[in-house]
């Protein structure tokens, strides 16, 4: 987004000009005092050639604010640059109304709680009061469980009256006092719960990260800050710079045509299969929307929705078996394969490194037996008219990778859980870590419902009759 540093880069400063080098304003030639050029606004370098107009809407330039430009092989170019002012200043300078404290008071007065349902995990966040994360286990006729963790309790702190942020000022509020951490000697959990204008918005719950061991950010959209000049949501256009050649100089510095020719060249390959993706999807096996979420002390690593189709349901419920038909899933760095009655592996793929991969766990029929003697492989639900149905099966997969952490080889717990959807083959995937190494892979999909019946008291499932 901000080209003007990875061209700068390419560009060595001439004797008749240079970059801003103090805190507010730089020299440059002829003695004139330019702005500096700040990160967080994002520029655009142009190459228009000597025949050119500025432009005469939107972002102000003058032709006198330019520096000349050199590159490493001698190129001289005269660089204009756009006149960046603030049209809020005035307004904020005059505003007399209520503090951003004030102006969400409602929200804190009323116990208004706002929510966020993943899924696993929900959120709640009652203002000003406290941070919950929790999971229920509902089942018919049998006591609620709740697996939960507050990640903040009341306000530890005064909010700053200043916004933070730049481009989308935001107003903090830090909490503190909650479950404590395991990981982190029983410290107290803590978030940062960051208030953003949104005119449309209902105090709703756009994200929630945990940035550090046990420390959260929560950012809450919200109406009230919106009547603050300061908080409202300052766009962001793109600035561009217009640099003219000098003669003498190519029309482009020629280092950087090249590079861009070769970045051309790189992105060519790429293209090509994503139209071959594209034109041939009845073979494509899925396709993915996921997302990353925090959870509890540790992260959960992903959770997406993939959908498999193409293949019927009796040839997909038997490659599945098999352990032929795997389910792919996963987004940033790491990414993971689970092959029912095979492994789980975790993977990054890099054009210049290639493949690195993790094994989760691995099966052994045997080691799950043992393990299903001393934990639950089977659980139930109990429907109205008194009949039981499988709920959810659970399978060990043990002997992983050693743990560099534990000193063990890593281990994952696969939930395989039938779940109704409109898409009779969608399938949706959570990875968690609750102990360091220590996994839980949750699959769920309605294909998982039609085989759950025919499971044996280890759990193990077979092609139904």
């Known amino acids: 987004r901000r080209s003007c540093g990875r061209s700068r880069s390419s560009l060595a400063p001439g004797t008749g000009g240079d970059f801003p080098k103090s805190p507010r304003y730089g020299p440059a030639e002829g003695g004139r005092a330019l702005p500096q050029l700040s990160d967080d606004i994002p520029f655009r370098v142009n190459w228009p050639g000597t025949e050119f107009s500025l432009p005469t809407t939107g972002v102000l330039y003058k032709e006198d604010n330019y520096i000349i430009m050199t590159t490493v092989d001698k190129e001289k170019y005269k660089c204009i640059l756009p006149l960046i002012a603030s049209g809020n200043e005035e307004e904020e300078k005059d505003y007399k109304g209520p503090t951003p404290g004030e102006l969400l008071e409602p929200l804190f007065k009323q116990s208004s709680c706002s929510y966020r349902i993943e899924s696993y995990w929900t959120y709640e966040v009652c203002h000003g009061k406290h941070i919950r994360q929790y999971h229920e286990e509902k089942e018919t006729g049998q006591k609620i469980n709740i697996q939960e963790y507050y990640l903040g309790n009341m306000m530890i702190k005064n909010p700053l009256s200043e916004p933070e942020g730049q481009m989308t000022p935001y107003y903090p509020v830090e909490m503190g006092n909650g479950t404590p951490c395991s990981l982190r000697q029983n410290l107290p959990r803590s978030s940062t719960v960051m208030y953003i204008c949104h005119p449309e918005a209902k105090h709703e719950i756009l994200s929630v990260a945990e940035v550090t061991t046990c420390e959260y950010e929560v950012v809450i959209l919200t109406p009230l800050l919106c009547n603050h000049p300061k908080y409202r949501f300052r766009a962001s256009p793109v600035n561009d710079i217009f640099c ?9 510095p020629h280092n950087l045509e090249q590079l861009e020719k070769q970045q051309e060249m790189m992105k060519m390959p ?12 009845k073979e494509e096996k899925f396709s993915s929307i996921h997302k990353p979420v925090a959870v509890g002390s540790h992260q959960l690593l992903t959770v997406g929705t993939t959908h498999i189709s193409k293949l019927t349901d009796d040839q997909l419920i038997k490659e599945f078996l098999s352990g032929s038909y795997c389910f792919h899933g996963g987004v940033g760095w790491w990414k993971y394969e689970f092959c029912y009655g095979k492994y789980v ?11 690195t991969s993790v094994v989760v766990g691995t099966w052994s029929k045997e080691e799950h ?10 659980t139930y639900y109990l429907r109205e008219d008194g009949t039981q149905t499988v709920r959810m099966v659970s399978h ?6 050693v743990c560099d952490l534990t000193d063990k080889p890593r281990q994952v717990t696969v939930k395989l ?26 699959v769920e999909s309605p294909v998982i419902c039609k085989i759950l019946d025919t499971a044996d ?4 499932l077979s092609v139904p009759s």
């Open 270 to 281: 790429f293209r090509r299969v994503k139209e071959e993706e594209m034109h041939s999807t």
């Open 457 to 460: 008291e280890y759990g193990l």
């Open 345 to 355: 592996h975790q993977y990054h793929e890099d054009k210049e490194s290639g493949k």
């Open 417 to 442: 859980k039938c779940k109704e959807s409109d898409s009779p083959h969608a399938v949706t995937i959570y990875m968690l870590e609750p102990h360091s190494c220590q996994y839980i892979l949750g």
């Open 396 to 401: 060990f997969y043990g002997n992983g990778d």
């Open 244 to 252: 003219q050649s000098l003669p003498g100089s190519p029309l482009k």
């Open 369 to 378: 037996i043992e393990w299903s003697r001393k934990n639950a492989a089977r």
